[in-house]
């Protein structure tokens, strides 16, 4: 399965910088807003050690990691809900997209020009925020209208409808997010189709200079003290400390130069390990001489859903998964070993994958 993560931010937070640090793709990187017109889609491999283990013990023709994709998605004004700016491609896009990045400026730099003329994260936070909710809000009322007349005909589905549409709305208009009102998953189906975009799940990337990338800043504990409620993280990152460690090849000189700042992983590897875990998501491998290969599937998906992100003919005519655990076979070396032991073990439909499953799976056509 394929997983998307957009970045978002006001103009000038870092955004562009950012994500050509984190990808292959290059967005034009400029002090002035708008220099990210059309969404940019860098493809970057999930680094997973794990991999690396596989490949020594079973020494495949090529080892295949699985992938995350973020989307530089154009910078955001007061008024996109209205069309004002690039608004009306902005939100189109992030309607797309899995999760959210927002990127929040935390850093002073008089070379780099603030679209509001000062730095404050809140404020930042909160342009994007009504924005969001404001178009969010237009999705509901035309869903509301449309109900109206069927939930005053005394249709039962249309009325717990109605009523799971007023929370929303009445959180929406409080000036909170979608994510933050709790329903069930049942009563979720009722603004499921409409996509709103305040109930993604989001990740704040506060962009601080080289010096806080450790303690942070005043910025950074306004913008925390702001979203102490919302159930989201924030990861402090340094774009300047990513772009130079974008600029290196080699992995030694890369780990290096983190030790140097006294860092034990880059920002992207933070930024992957958080849009797992906020979008509750693991990895299974498949392993054979002719690949070694990383897959992404929700956490608490069985079997046959996990074989199905294969293909759709594997779940079709799952009939069983062959199962071994990555430290048997690192003690056993090899899968006639695995069997011999014991450890091999034969799961049915009902086996809901653990991350890091080596499995193999048997179906019919």
């Known amino acids: 399965m394929g997983l998307q993560c957009g970045i978002v931010g006001l103009p000038n937070v870092g955004k562009s910088t950012l994500f050509n640090a984190l990808s292959s793709a290059k967005a034009e990187a400029a002090n002035f807003p708008f220099c990210t017109i059309e969404p940019n889609v860098g493809v970057v491999t999930v680094p997973d050690n794990r991999l690396s283990v596989l490949e020594e013990l079973v020494n495949p023709q090529k080892v295949i990691p699985t992938v995350i994709e973020f989307v530089d998605i154009a910078g955001l004004v007061k008024g996109a809900s209205k069309g004002e700016g690039l608004g009306n491609k902005f939100l189109a896009n992030i309607r797309e997209v899995d999760a959210i990045l927002h990127v929040v400026r935390c850093f002073k730099d008089d070379n780099v020009v603030h679209i509001a003329g000062t730095v404050d994260p809140v404020f930042d936070k909160e342009v994007i925020d009504t924005e969001l909710q404001l178009k969010d809000l237009e999705s509901i009322d035309k869903k509301v209208e449309r109900l109206k007349k069927i939930a005053k005909s005394g249709d039962a589905v249309a009325k717990k409808e109605m009523a799971v549409l007023e929370q929303f709305k009445a959180a929406l208009e409080a000036g909170k997010n979608a994510r933050s009102v709790e329903v069930s998953k049942e009563e979720l189906e009722a603004i499921r189709e409409l ?3 305040t109930i993604k799940p989001v990740i704040y990337v506060a962009n601080v200079e080289e010096d806080s990338i450790h303690t942070g800043n005043e910025h950074v504990e306004a913008l925390r003290e702001e979203i102490k409620d919302e159930n989201a993280e924030i990861i402090l ?4 400390i990513e772009a130079q460690i974008a600029e290196l090849d080699d992995e030694e000189e890369r780990s290096m130069f983190l030790e140097e700042y006294g860092l034990k992983e880059s920002g992207l590897n933070k930024l992957i390990r958080a849009s797992y875990s906020i979008l509750n998501l693991i990895t299974y491998f498949t392993a054979g001489p002719q690949e070694v290969r990383a897959w992404t599937i929700k956490d608490g998906w069985k079997a046959p859903q996990a074989a199905g ?5 594997f779940e079709k005519g799952f009939i069983k998964a062959e ?4 430290q048997d076979y690192q003690n056993l070396k090899t899968e006639v070993a695995i069997k011999e032991a014991g450890k091999m073990a034969i799961e049915g ?7 890091g499953d080596i499995m193999h799976f048997r179906f019919n056509l």
């Open 195 to 197: 996509h709103l975009l």
């Open 323 to 326: 199962v071994i655990k990555l």
């Open 309 to 313: 992100v294969i293909h759709t003919d």
């Open 349 to 355: 439909k009902d086996y809901v994958v653990k991350d």
């Open 237 to 240: 990152i340094s774009a300047s």
